[in-house]
């Protein structure tokens, strides 16, 4: 029988990774180099852009917001990992647990968006070069970006304020962020939980795979295109794809495994695994990816 205390916890303990200290630091100067090289990488995307005249391009508009994203993904986490790591009592507040898990789930479902956005911008400028100055003119860029924002914080943020947390003690989170799910094993009404997963597990659903959807049917469009055009322009065409299907590749994989991962057995292990990727590895990946397969 689970046995849980029905006193109302106003703070939680992350239980990270391990209680070793030898392996604490190696991990704390592992993520700490991953952390350097993803400001530094983003951060130099975002100047570039800016500074070179050349590059200011809708594609590379989306691409600075992409940086932007990926930035504030590692930001809301990272630091307070590294903090936890060299700190023997991992505690945060509730509130500041919630905003935590509320700003992840913004950004996710941001860059989410952002990937069919920049998928339609290569599309139109390989499909329809004829129309693409006129149908990705700036005004049109800023409004989408306006959009990608505000549909993204109606879709993922405001049901959560429909969702109440009432969480009870034992307060420790076995993870090293306020991961939703993780957070929620805690509620004092295991029957409302349940309802609560479902209901995430559905807005999950509707936010990977429609904007996934709409990806594949874009580059579906971009592969007829391409071949029909010559050989010499086809490898060009390709080019400046690969970079948005690597990173879009990484972002639905890891939404997917984690996703269908949540009925298995050790899912508690495959969550925290999984948010290591996506909030830790992938934003520093991303401008990686751009760098080396871009020659601008």
Excluded at 148 to 169: E, Q
Excluded at 170 to 192: G, K, T, W, Y
Excluded at 207 to 227: G, M, R
Excluded at 280 to 290: E, F, G, T
Aim: proline letters at 4%.
């Amino acid at each position: 029988m689970n046995m849980r205390n029905n006193t109302t916890v106003t703070e939680l303990i992350l239980l990270g990774f391990s209680n070793d200290l030898k392996v604490n630091i190696c991990l704390f100067l592992l993520f700490s180099l991953i952390y350097f090289i993803t400001v530094f990488g983003n951060v130099l995307i975002m100047c570039m852009v800016f500074i070179n005249p050349h590059l200011r391009t809708p594609m590379y508009f989306f691409l600075v917001n992409l940086s932007f994203i990926d930035l504030c993904n590692s930001s809301s986490a990272v630091p307070k990992l590294l903090i936890d790591l060299l700190s023997t009592y991992r505690n945060i507040s509730l509130s500041a647990c919630l905003i935590q898990f509320k700003f992840l789930v913004l950004i996710g479902t941001t860059e989410c968006n952002l990937l069919v956005i920049m998928a339609y911008d290569r599309y139109v400028a390989i499909c329809r070069p004829l129309h693409y100055p006129v149908v990705m003119r700036w005004s049109v860029c800023y409004r989408l970006m306006v959009f990608v924002w505000l549909f993204s914080f109606t879709i993922a943020v405001m049901p959560s304020f429909a969702l109440p947390l009432v969480l009870c003690y034992p307060n420790q989170v076995n993870h090293f962020m306020c991961e939703i799910l993780a957070v929620l094993r805690l509620s004092c009404d295991n029957d409302d939980a349940r309802i609560k997963e479902i209901v995430i597990f559905s807005l999950s659903l509707i936010t990977i795979f429609p904007p996934l959807v709409f990806i594949v049917t874009s580059y579906v469009c971009i592969i007829c295109s391409v071949l029909k055009i010559q050989t010499a322009r086809r490898t060009k065409a390709f080019s400046t794809c690969t970079s948005h299907i690597m990173v879009v590749v990484m972002y639905f994989g890891t939404g997917i495994v984690t996703y269908f991962g949540q009925s298995a057995k050790d899912s508690v292990n495959q969550e925290k695994y999984a948010s290591i990727f996506y909030v830790v590895i992938a934003p520093m990946l991303n401008p990686l990816i751009y760098s080396l397969n871009n020659t601008e």
